[in-house]
């Protein structure tokens, strides 16, 4: 005939799952924060590289449009269109 467990025993063996549980709950929404901090830091390093590609093409923008200004500016230029 087997044995009865202790009302006791029942209760300590289920508040050692329910703490188990609970630590397992923590550990877990402490590494969904984690994950989540990792992802905004990577956004934030894509939003990065793209301003520094659009700054490049800007100075590449500025550059020509100051060398076009400055052929359109130029005498002989100035003097070429004023004889056509």
Known sequence: ???AVPERRKRKAQRSVRGGVV???AFALLLSGVVALNVAALR???QIEN???QRVQLIDQNQE???QLSHAVSSPNID???EA
């Open 44 to 46: 934030q390093n894509m």
């Open 65 to 67: 449009l100051r060398s």
């Open 1 to 3: 005939m087997p044995r």
């Open 51 to 53: 301003l520094a590609n």
């Open 80 to 82: 070429r269109l004023a």
């Open 23 to 25: 630590w397992i709950v």
